[in-house]
């Protein structure tokens, strides 16, 4: 199968594309370093020509609300008109838990997410959006955002967080199936509070700062309750523990999970 990934040489996308090449399937990998440019159509026609799935894990460097609309909304249409023309006969974008939730609390960037699943939704194009938790990736990106006067305040929030290849073997899995024309949900295998999860990754990197949960804090700039972080009971539980994730990272070793692989 030929499939176009948008953003194939991000943090999900270098692992996607990966995942379906060694799964035998035809990869076009789009992304602004091999001249595909999604929000600018530069290089589109000819990265969907003959695509039968174009898969998005593409993302915007901005998170404020005006820009991130800009790019998402810019973006999108440009893919589902380009991916109608080019007859892509599945449309699957990456998206994240509770984007409806950190919408409705004030979140820029999280707005700007949810028109692009809303523009997807509209669009009558065979589609299926994968919402993912928070990447244990990324927790050190949410630490640094938190910290005010030299203390790491975050959220009073909890988060069930998972590794960015059991994200892309998702994605994977996802792309290789019928169009949903729906939302189908993935999560880590364990909750933690931020704090908690905060504190175990700065001490990894033998960082000593203080953590504080902060009950009026924000999550980017949205105020969310407790549990707004965390997937439906209904969600696809990912294989990955974070502490085999670290020492699979740290020793530059494939890490050791527990259960069946999400392509299995």
């Given at each position: 199968?030929?499939i176009?990934?948008?953003?194939g040489t991000?943090?999900i996308g270098?692992?996607?594309?990966r995942?379906?090449?060694?799964?035998?399937?035809?990869?076009?990998?789009a992304?602004r370093a091999?001249?595909?440019?999604?929000?600018?159509?530069?290089?589109?026609e000819?990265?969907?020509?003959g695509?039968?799935?174009l898969?998005d894990?593409?993302?915007?460097?901005?998170?404020?609300?005006?820009?991130a609309?800009e790019f998402f909304?810019t973006?999108?249409?440009?893919?589902?008109s380009?991916?109608?023309?080019?007859?892509v006969?599945?449309?699957?974008?990456?998206?994240v838990?509770?984007?409806?939730r950190?919408?409705?609390?004030?979140?820029?960037?999280?707005?700007a997410?949810?028109q692009?699943?809303r523009?997807?939704?509209?669009?009558?194009?065979?589609?299926?959006?994968?919402?993912?938790?928070?990447?244990f990736e990324?927790?050190r990106h949410?630490?640094?955002?938190?910290?005010?006067s030299g203390?790491?305040r975050?959220?009073?929030?909890?988060?069930?967080?998972?590794?960015?290849?059991?994200?892309?073997?998702?994605?994977?899995?996802?792309?290789?199936?019928?169009p949903?024309y729906?939302?189908?949900e993935?999560?880590?295998?364990?909750v933690?509070?931020?704090?908690e999860?905060?504190?175990?990754?700065?001490?990894?990197?033998?960082?000593d700062?203080?953590v504080?949960p902060?009950?009026?804090?924000?999550y980017f700039?949205a105020r969310?309750?407790?549990?707004?972080l965390?997937?439906?009971a209904?969600a696809?539980?990912?294989?990955?523990?974070?502490?085999d994730?670290?020492?699979?990272?740290?020793?530059?070793v494939a890490?050791?999970?527990?259960g069946d692989s999400l392509?299995?």
């Amino acid at each position: 199968m030929r499939i176009t990934v948008i953003g194939g040489t991000g943090l999900i996308g270098t692992r996607l594309v990966r995942t379906l090449q060694s799964a035998g399937h035809d990869v076009v990998v789009a992304a602004r370093a091999t001249g595909v440019n999604s929000y600018t159509a530069e290089g589109l026609e000819a990265a969907l020509d003959g695509a039968e799935v174009l898969v998005d894990v593409s993302n915007s460097s901005y998170i404020d609300e005006a820009a991130a609309r800009e790019f998402f909304y810019t973006s999108t249409m440009n893919l589902l008109s380009y991916g109608e023309a080019a007859g892509v006969r599945h449309h699957v974008a990456l998206s994240v838990v509770g984007t409806d939730r950190l919408a409705r609390a004030e979140g820029g960037y999280f707005i700007a997410k949810e028109q692009q699943e809303r523009l997807i939704s509209a669009s009558q194009r065979p589609y299926s959006l994968v919402h993912a938790t928070q990447f244990f990736e990324f927790i050190r990106h949410i630490t640094a955002h938190a910290v005010r006067s030299g203390v790491v305040r975050v959220a009073d929030v909890l988060i069930q967080p998972m590794a960015a290849q059991d994200v892309a073997a998702a994605v994977a899995q996802t792309a290789l199936a019928e169009p949903l024309y729906g939302t189908v949900e993935f999560g880590g295998p364990e909750v933690f509070s931020l704090g908690e999860l905060a504190r175990i990754d700065l001490r990894y990197r033998e960082d000593d700062r203080e953590v504080v949960p902060d009950p009026l804090g924000t999550y980017f700039g949205a105020r969310i309750a407790q549990r707004d972080l965390l997937p439906e009971a209904t969600a696809t539980i990912a294989p990955t523990r974070y502490h085999d994730w670290r020492v699979g990272n740290e020793y530059g070793v494939a890490p050791v999970t527990s259960g069946d692989s999400l392509l299995s």
